[in-house]
């Protein structure tokens, strides 16, 4: 009897999951290859296995390219999640933490804490992003409320327009009265450039946490992304549902900025291009979309440390300059999955 290709290995989520992490090791793999000090892989190995072995190429290996690559990674794999989370507890397909004043609200409460809590630290700082994150989704949905209309994609894009720029302008205003603006652009311009060993152990666990939880929650999130009566008709509580999935959204994004500043467009690609393979239900579109958002976002910096090698090009302007054509083609497409 001929196998219904449903039951195909090809098309099964375990197949594709593992296809995805071979391909993102070997693009992790390539990019602590590439840079100007030339390595191998024995060098990489003798790195990452933690033999005694020194040398100055395992020293750019182990205090420079691993840091930054597995900062690109958890990044990635962040704002891929928080992406994916928002387009479906939302249902609008141009939903995104960039777009919709998540990142913003991070950038001005670090702008704000650099501007009246200089010695706050690393911790402080990441503190201040989870806060400001908060700030920014509630800024949204309060002027929706506010503005009593309905949740429709363009009101929602447009709400988070406008709460972006009030962010960014605060920020702006805070920046140039404190004359703390360098300090600020230097850490919100969207690079790995100094990602630490110190900042992961802090980042890390939490966007690890984030992804596990969202994953857990996949299941309510497909049936929320479809109909809200229908959850609530299973039994959900749709409330503390939402609550949840909005709070992993803050912490993913504040996470985010916190580690390399303010990158847009991430969180509205990754899920559209996971759905074109993995269809649209979301315990599979989560942990897919975390393997390829980081993998894209390794690509991404391969990309800035090449371009104009030796100096770096800013990786936010390589994601923009991806991520624009992507938005209005989604927006030409009426708003309508690749799926």
């Known amino acids: 009897m001929k196998k219904s290709a449903a039951f195909s290995p090809v098309r099964s989520f375990p197949f594709k999951l593992l296809l995805g992490l071979l391909a993102m090791t070997l693009v992790f793999v390539a990019s602590i290859l590439v840079g100007a000090k030339e390595v191998s892989v024995a060098d990489i190995w003798s790195a990452i296995s933690g033999t005694n072995a020194v040398s100055e190429q395992i020293s750019v290996i182990r205090e420079l390219r691993l840091p930054r690559e597995i900062g690109a990674l958890l990044v990635g794999a962040a704002l891929g999640v928080s992406g994916a989370i928002m387009q479906g507890l939302t249902r609008n397909p141009l ?93 919100t311009s969207g690079g790995l450039i100094g990602t630490s060993w110190e900042q992961l152990r802090l980042l890390a666990p939490i966007i690890l946490a984030g992804v596990a939880v969202s994953v857990m929650l996949s299941r309510h999130l497909t049936v929320l992304s479809l109909n809200e009566s229908t959850a609530i008709g299973l039994g959900l509580n749709t409330r503390w549902i939402k609550l949840a999935l909005y709070a992993v959204i803050t912490l993913l994004a504040g996470a985010s900025v916190a580690l390399v500043g303010n990158l847009a467009f991430v969180g ?35 990309a800035a440390r090449m371009l104009n090698a030796p100096l770096e090009t800013p990786i936010a302007a390589i994601i923009a300059i991806l991520g624009l054509p992507f938005f209005l083609f989604i927006v030409r497409k009426g708003g309508k999955s690749l799926s």
């Open 268 to 302: 509205l690609m990754i899920p559209h291009l996971v759905r074109a393979f993995a269809g649209t239900d979301y315990r599979s579109i989560l942990p897919l979309s975390a393997v390829c958002g980081g993998m894209f976002m390794v690509l991404a910096d391969i």
């Open 95 to 187: 939903a995104d933490p960039g777009l919709l004043g998540v990142t913003a609200g991070a950038n001005a409460a670090l702008a704000v804490v650099f501007a009246f809590i200089p010695a706050a630290g690393y911790f402080g700082v990441m503190i201040a992003c989870f806060i400001g994150a908060g700030v920014g989704v509630l800024f949204v949905f309060g002027l929706l409320a506010l503005r009593g209309k309905a949740l429709s994609p363009l009101r929602m894009v447009l709400a988070g327009a406008a709460v972006s720029a009030l962010l960014s302008a605060a920020a702006d205003a805070i920046s140039l009265e404190f004359k703390i603006s360098k300090s600020v652009s230097m850490w």
